[in-house]
T-cell receptor, first 113, second 113 residues
Framework: GDSVTQMEGPVTLSEEAFLTINCTYT??????LFWYVQYPGEGLQLLLK?????DKGSNKGFEATYRKETTSFHLEKGSVQVSDSAVYFC????????????FGPGTSLSVIP | DAGITQSPRYKITETGRQVTLMCHQT?????MFWYRQDLGHGLRLIYY???????DKGEVPDGYVVSRSKTENFPLTLESATRSQTSVYFC????????????FGPGTRLTVL
């Protein structure tokens, strides 16, 4: 079945460091890919998404490129801030199913001053 | 308040009791979802609804009941709570299913003793 694998962390970085959170997926068709972010004590928020191969999603300095050849959707940011401390979830949906969204286990990020 | 709200935010109950978690959204979104979040599992879909009076099972529906008599409300009931249902529960809504952005509520932390 479909699945999402991501590094679980926790990841600890100093402010202004470069961030990469790896995400790979397994899917039988052509999924849409998402990154959601969960700040402490809050629900998830959509960070960015990509719907087809080679698309790049970007938001708030974060980027991720849909790589079909490597089945990956790695999240990157050039310079993290303390306010980026959160849990990041990679997710995929596929086909026309209303309910078929698969979330990864989440990666906890702590950014220290 | 505009948005999606959940109540209660925290709940402690005992094994065997019935518990209802409430979810309310003000956007008139057609789709609503219930997830549970457990360490190491990411989010798992319990039930979803495509419209008022239309509901369907997700990945982990056993032990839960939902209803949707009005578009804006989507309560989740644990008919006889068990310790394995201790979790954080998130409600979400979307204008057109999982391929578009889902908007999440702040979550309900449920503890079953």
């Amino acid at each position: 079945g479909d699945s999402v694998t991501q590094m679980e962390g926790p990841v600890t970085l100093s402010e202004e460091a470069f961030l990469t959170i790896n995400c790979t997926y397994t899917a039988t068709g052509y999924p849409s890919l998402f990154w959601y972010v969960q700040y402490p004590g809050e629900g998830l928020q959509l960070l960015l998404k990509a719907t087809k191969a080679d698309d790049k999603g970007s938001n708030k300095g974060f980027e991720a490129t849909y790589r079909k050849e490597t089945t990956s959707f790695h999240l990157e940011k050039g310079s993290v801030q303390v306010s980026d401390s959160a849990v990041y979830f990679c997710a995929l949906t596929e086909g026309t199913s209303y309910d078929k969204v698969i979330f990864g286990p989440g990666t906890s990020l702590s950014v220290i001053p | 308040d505009a948005g999606i709200t959940q109540s209660p935010r925290y709940k402690i109950t005992e094994t065997g009791r019935q518990v209802t978690l409430m979810c309310h959204q003000t956007w008139s979104h057609s789709y609503m979802f219930w997830y549970r979040q457990d360490l190491g599992h990411g989010l798992r879909l319990i039930y979803y609804s495509a419209a008022a009076d239309i509901t369907d099972k997700g990945e982990v529906p056993d032990g839960y009941v939902v209803s949707r008599s009005k578009t804006e409300n989507f309560p989740l009931t644990l008919e006889s709570a068990t310790r394995s249902q201790t979790s954080v529960y998130f409600c979400a809504s979307s204008s057109s299913g999982v391929h578009n952005e889902q908007f999440f509520g702040p979550g309900t932390r449920l503890t079953v003793l």
